[in-house]
């Protein structure tokens, strides 16, 4: 069982938007900052968002992060098929003094 | 460009401890604020990080692995390495490492893990 509590899965057509959310704690996402990672199929994760909301060189700004309290949200628009990925959300944990991760949410692009 | 690759065998015995290595190329493993770390992914599963360390030494480890993990470092070979010992079935995983930040930043932790290697699969079986 994950720290971090994301949806299992997600559905949206291509060209639409989704919003894939990561619910923590205080001692984790409310007094940490978030990440995001894609991980294509067979393939290592790769970062998409870190420090909340900042996007490495690189990732479109079709990527979007956000956080409030304990919770954060990743956000996707213009959905192509290649966007079809394991999302996982990331953060540290003050209470275990250990990196964390959601359960990862698993997006289909129809 | 940054690049890692980790090393080791695919196969482990039950009880036996499991070593991999991975070599940093394209810059230096010594470099400040830069962490390196092991994060693994059993079959099917989520992620979950292993451990980290500093080239100084200075090391993190996941409590949940219950002091099974030592992860050092050979700034000499640009290398940094992860012994997991007394495996199990449960241990079966792929097996990443990757570079991170870890810092306080007005008053909250900083993680983010920006460079990983391409993954090395290890299996636990006698």
């Known amino acids: 069982q994950s720290v971090l509590t994301q949806p299992p899965s997600v559905s949206a057509a291509p060209g639409q938007k989704v919003s894939i959310s990561c619910s923590g704690s205080?001692?984790?996402?409310?007094?940490?900052?978030v990440s995001w990672y894609q991980q294509l199929p067979g393939t290592a994760p790769k970062l998409l968002i870190y420090?909340?909301?900042k996007r490495p060189s690189g990732i479109p700004d079709r990527f979007s992060g956000s956080k409030s309290g304990t919770s954060a949200t990743l956000g996707i628009t213009g959905l192509q098929t290649g966007d079809e990925a394991d999302y996982y959300c990331?953060?540290?944990?003050?209470?275990?003094?250990?990196?964390?991760f959601g359960g990862g949410t698993k997006l289909a692009v129809l | 460009q940054l690049q890692l690759q980790e090393s080791g065998p695919g196969l482990v015995k039950p009880s036996e401890t499991l070593s991999l290595t991975c070599t940093v190329s394209?810059?230096?493993?010594?470099?400040?604020?830069?962490?390196w770390g092991w994060i693994r992914q059993p079959p099917g599963k989520g992620l979950e990080w292993i451990g980290s360390?500093?080239?100084?030494?200075?090391?993190y480890d996941n409590p949940s692995l219950k002091s099974r993990v030592t992860i050092s470092v050979d700034t000499s070979k640009n290398q940094f390495s992860l012994k997991l010992s007394s495996v199990t079935a449960a241990d079966t995983a792929v097996y990443y490492c990757?570079?991170?930040?870890?810092?306080?930043?007005?008053?909250?932790?900083?993680?983010?893990?920006?460079?990983w290697g391409q993954g090395t699969p290890v299996t636990v079986s006698s």
């Open positions: 990757v570079k991170h930040f870890l810092q306080w930043e007005q008053g909250k932790m900083l993680l983010y893990f920006d460079y």
């Open positions: 394209g810059g230096s493993i010594s470099t400040d604020s830069h962490y």
């Open positions: 360390i500093y080239y100084t030494g200075t090391t």
């Open positions: 420090e909340n909301d």
């Open positions: 990331g953060t540290w944990d003050n209470s275990l003094s250990a990196g964390v």
């Open positions: 205080s001692s984790n996402i409310g007094n940490s900052y």
